[in-house]
């Protein structure tokens, strides 16, 4: 039933402080905490190879996807060993790989991990964030990919 509730979709990323690697993750369970102070949460899989190589590092970037970056969701979701492969990014201020096309970015410290279920949810302090394309957003409904039609 939660599948007919749609949402947007994300890649939060991080340089792996271990190897140097860029590492990501694709989520649709972003959403706002608070405003003061800033605050964002997701939620990663407990089964999550990735994340914990992620969490170690200073900043994480969130990348708010446009309808055009289902290939970097995709990428992100797949279990490969090199995810970003064929991906097209820079640094973000933080330090995060930032996609190019992404609407958003927010560049954001982990203040907390909360165990909920088969899940982790981590509240994010958001440092710097800003608009950097303007296309429609990626979304995600009934387990495919969709557009935003006004």
Request: charged share 20%; aromatic share 8%; hydrophobic share 45%.
């Amino acid at each position: 039933m939660l599948g007919r509730f749609a949402t947007g979709v994300v890649a939060v990323t991080a340089i792996d402080p271990a190897d140097g690697a860029p590492r990501g993750l694709a989520v649709n369970s972003f959403t706002s905490v608070s405003l003061d102070p800033p605050l964002v949460s997701f939620c990663v899989s407990t089964a999550s190879t990735t994340w914990p190589r992620m969490k170690a590092a200073p900043t994480l970037c969130v990348n708010v996807l446009s309808e055009r970056q289902e290939h970097v969701s995709r990428r992100l979701a797949a279990r490969v060993s090199d995810k970003f492969t064929g991906l097209s990014w820079r640094p973000s201020p933080g330090g995060g790989p930032l996609f190019e096309g992404a609407l958003a970015w927010l560049d954001c410290a982990i203040e907390s991990e909360h165990p909920a279920g088969d899940h982790i949810i981590v509240v994010a302090r958001v440092l710097a964030l800003d608009a950097h394309a303007d296309h429609g957003p990626l979304l995600f409904f009934r387990g495919d990919y969709g557009r935003f039609d006004a």
